[in-house]
C-alpha cells in the first residue's frame, strides 16, 4: 500500500515571502496527487492537483512539481498573504481507482504580517 | 446543492455508549468514505463505499459500522464508544479523484 511523508510540519514564513511543503510517496504506481487546504475550524478543500503524466502545474500564486523518479511532489505557494495561513495536506490514492487517499500528516503554515 | 452534508456537529458521548453519525450527498458520487482526524496524524480512512450495497475497511476499521443503502447515504455507526475515538470525523464523496469533503462532526467520548 501507499506510504505519504509530508514535510516540514509547521512553516512560519514573513508575508510575502515564498513557502514549500514536501511530500514523498512510496507506491510507483500511483498517478495522481492532490493538496488540500484546512482551515482552523473548517474542512479540508482541493485547492491544486497533479496527474504523473506532467511535471508542474500552476494555479495563479500556487504551484506543484512532481518528481516520479524520487517520488516526492512539493506544493509551492508565492507571494504568501496572511489568508495563506492554514493547515495544508498532500496525498496519494490507496488503489488505482483514484476515490481513496493517504493523507500526509499535514503542514500548519503561518504567515506573519 | 448542498453538497455533503454531516450530522451531528458536535457530539459528546459516555465510553460505551453507542451512536451514529450520518452523512448524505446529492452529488449523486458513487464513491463515499469516512475519515477521522486526529492532531498531528492527519485523515485516516476508516471505511469506504464504492457504491450502494457495497462497503469495504480502510485504515483504522476497528469499533465502526459502515451501510450503503442508497447512492445518498453512508452513515458511520460505533459499536460502543471509546476514549480513543474522540476525533474529528469527516464524511467524503468522490468524483474524478476530487474528494468533497462534509463540514465534520467534532466527537468527545469522556
Known amino acids: 500500500g501507499e506510504n505519504v511523508e509530508q514535510h516540514p510540519s509547521t512553516l512560519s514564513v514573513q508575508e510575502g515571502d515564498s513557502a514549500v511543503i514536501k511530500c514523498t510517496y512510496s507506491?510507483?504506481?500511483?498517478?495522481?496527487f492532490p493538496w488540500y487546504k484546512q482551515e482552523l475550524g473548517k474542512r479540508p478543500q482541493l485547492i491544486i492537483d497533479?496527474?504523473?503524466?506532467?511535471g508542474e502545474k500552476k494555479d495563479q500564486r500556487i504551484a506543484v512539481t512532481l518528481n516520479k523518479t524520487a517520488k516526492h511532489f512539493s506544493l509551492h505557494i508565492t507571494e504568501t498573504q496572511p489568508e495563506d495561513s492554514a493547515v495544508y495536506f498532500c496525498?496519494?490514492?490507496?488503489?488505482?481507482?483514484?476515490?481513496?487517499?493517504?493523507f500526509g500528516t499535514g503542514t500548519s503554515l503561518t504567515v506573519i504580517p | 446543492n448542498a453538497g455533503v452534508t454531516q450530522t451531528p456537529k458536535f457530539q459528546v458521548l459516555k465510553t460505551g455508549q453507542s451512536m451514529t453519525l450520518q452523512c448524505a450527498q446529492d452529488m449523486n458520487h458513487e464513491y463515499m468514505s469516512w475519515y477521522r482526524q486526529d492532531p498531528g496524524m492527519g485523515l485516516r480512512l476508516i471505511h469506504y463505499s464504492v457504491g450502494a450495497g457495497i462497503t469495504d475497511q480502510g485504515e483504522v476499521p476497528n469499533g465502526y459500522n459502515v451501510s450503503r443503502s442508497t447512492t445518498e447515504d453512508f452513515p458511520l455507526r460505533l459499536l460502543s464508544a471509546a476514549p480513543s475515538q474522540t476525533s474529528v470525523y469527516f464524511c467524503?464523496?468522490?468524483?474524478?479523484?476530487?474528494?468533497?469533503f462534509g463540514p465534520g462532526t467534532r466527537l468527545t467520548v469522556l
Open positions: 497533479i496527474r504523473s503524466n506532467v
Open positions: 507506491d510507483s504506481a500511483s498517478n495522481y
Open positions: 467524503a464523496s468522490s468524483y474524478l479523484y476530487e474528494q468533497f
Open positions: 496525498a496519494a490514492p490507496q488503489d488505482g481507482t483514484g476515490n481513496q487517499f493517504y
